[in-house]
């Protein structure tokens, strides 16, 4: 089920009331004797609009009221609701699978580029997000030669762990992996990085940075 304030934390988007009709439905569709209370909090909408969207989608033939007492209602979607839920749901996977895609060619070009210079044998540099993603397209890419070694963090709760399979190493460890080159996946660290491998005297040319030129 699609949780609607996941989404509103979200720098990239922003809750649409198409978005609403379709967690309002989908929701409706789960648990008929939903209040309008629950359906605000899950839609994050106000309790005041909840009426107007139920009124809105009972005319267009979406869904209908079962009164059960003067106080207990029942909200049932109808065969056209779930219709139009399914399209909504296919519609917003599509816009999905699109701003993924081009997500995903910024990373593939980023991985030719160092396939490009020979190198075959890697290590990342910052077990987050920006390495599962890398890892990730690295898996996904046919015919890739690039082997992904282990990944190094200088945070110690993470060393020692392991991320999506590859071991999250120490720094001071580099030199026991035999590798190509080290790429950079952290965003907020990578000046700092860059410090710490210019003390160990690592050697830039091998170093390859996926923020920065």
């Not at 590798?179 to 952290?186: F, L, M, Q």
């Amino acid at each position: 089920m699609i949780n609607i304030n996941t989404i509103k934390k979200s720098n990239f988007f922003i809750p649409t009331p198409q978005l609403k009709e379709l967690v309002i439905l989908e929701y409706i569709e789960k648990n008929s004797d939903v209040t309008q209370k629950e359906l605000a909090r899950v839609a994050n909408a106000a309790p005041s609009m909840i009426n107007v969207y139920i009124e809105e989608y009972e005319q267009k033939g979406y869904m209908k009221r079962e009164y059960i007492s003067a106080k207990t209602v029942k909200y049932l979607i109808t065969p056209k609701g779930v219709q139009r839920k399914n399209y909504l749901s296919i519609s917003y996977l599509q816009e999905l699978m699109k701003l993924y895609q081009l997500a995903k060619e910024n990373v593939e070009n980023f991985i030719q580029s160092i396939m490009d210079k020979g190198y075959e044998n890697i290590l990342l540099y910052g077990a987050g997000e920006v390495a599962e993603t890398i890892i990730g397209v690295i898996r996904d890419k046919e015919l890739s030669s690039l082997n992904v070694i282990a990944i190094v963090d200088d945070d110690k709760d993470k060393q020692g762990e392991a991320m999506l399979g590859y071991k999250v190493i120490a720094r001071e460890e580099i030199k026991k992996y035999k590798h190509d080159a080290i790429v950079i996946t952290s965003y907020t660290f990578e000046d700092a990085i860059v410090d710490r491998l210019k003390e160990m005297e690592y050697p830039m040319d091998r170093v390859k940075r996926f923020f920065s030129v």
